[in-house]
């Protein structure tokens, strides 16, 4: 009875080493007696117990490595970069996968390695950062012509990280900052020229109309003077008279308006009755003078010859 439950257990052990499942996305490497036997993919599989044995279960989903270098750029400066290779091992190619490498991840950080301190020291900064996505290509393509004869394939390789030196990155921020204040300053100028020119322009139209304003308002102040010797002079009062009356009478006008103004700076004009007789006086004489230096000035006509044989 010992006996019959020995075999029993022995049995069941036996059947139950027989059968063994895999995993979706998964593939297992099954060796007898230390020999490559097959490769065995999701779902229930036999096996001869304690001759076959599972080697290795291998995953065949796409899995990432991230890879961080410290390399050197064209213009000497160091850097560190993150490289990150999205691979797969191949349904076909488990047993190459499996066998001829050991350490994948290894393989592929070398690789990455290899091409990374290759591509950049060919770049500077500023340079790295634009291509970036050429880095990614050039690793992408070195690792698959590299690990699909293992086995593997990559699916995509990325250039996640660029970190300068602090110092170098505090560095490009001035000079971004710098860039971007020369900038606000040419349009600031810019604008102050606008402004500048504006008021220019304003200031100049408002002379010339300020200009017609005076021009208009001396005429219509000679008009009025006309009109007013004419009204004069047909009230039995020469010309003299009336220009006397005239610019008496103005002069007083002039000090009614300066002295009506209480914000108007001290001003010293003469206000006897003489003092405009006076001033009229001076005005005509300088006008006299000036008709007498015009006429002066003017070139003499020399006197046309005569003719010789008319006079013969």
Do not use: W
């Not at 560095?171 to 020369?182: C, D, G, L, S």
């Not at 610019?247 to 300066?258: A, E, G, P």
């Not at 001290?266 to 003092?275: H, K």
């Amino acid at each position: 009875m010992v006996y019959l439950g020995i075999l029993v257990f022995f049995g069941l052990v036996t059947l139950f080493a027989s059968f063994f499942t895999v995993k979706q996305e998964s593939a297992a490497v099954v060796e007898r007696l230390g020999k490559f036997l097959k490769v065995s993919h999701a779902g229930l599989h036999l096996k001869i117990p304690f001759l076959d044995q599972i080697s290795k279960r291998l995953n065949l989903r796409i899995q990432q490595l991230d890879v961080i270098i410290d390399t050197k750029t064209l213009d000497n400066v160091f850097i560190k970069m993150k490289v990150s290779v999205q691979y797969q091992v191949i349904r076909e190619n488990v047993k190459d996968a499996y066998y001829r490498l050991e350490n994948p991840e290894n393989q592929i950080t070398s690789y990455v390695f290899d091409v990374v301190r290759a591509e950049v020291p060919k770049t500077k900064l500023d340079d790295v950062f634009v291509r970036k996505d050429d880095i990614a290509i050039a690793v992408k393509s070195e690792l698959q012509e590299a690990m699909q004869s293992y086995g593997y394939d990559i699916i995509k390789a990325l250039v996640t990280d660029i970190d300068p030196d602090e110092q170098v990155k505090h560095a490009m921020n001035r000079i971004n900052a710098a860039e971007r204040e020369k900038t606000a300053a040419e349009y600031e100028s810019e604008a102050q020229r606008i402004r500048i020119v504006a008021v220019a322009k304003a200031e100049a139209e408002s002379k010339k109309l300020q200009g017609q304003g005076i021009a208009d308002q001396r005429r219509e102040i000679a008009k009025g003077l006309e009109e007013s010797v004419k009204m004069l002079n047909a009230a039995n009062i020469n010309a003299q008279e009336a220009s006397a009356l005239i610019v008496v009478t103005q002069h007083y006008d002039t000090l009614n308006s300066i002295g009506a103004n209480n914000r108007s700076n001290l001003v010293l004009l003469p206000n006897s009755p003489t003092a405009a007789s006076t001033m009229l006086n001076d005005l005509v004489v300088s006008m006299a003078a000036t008709q007498k230096m015009e006429e002066y000035s003017k070139p003499q006509m020399p006197n046309p010859p005569q003719n010789r044989g008319l006079q013969e």
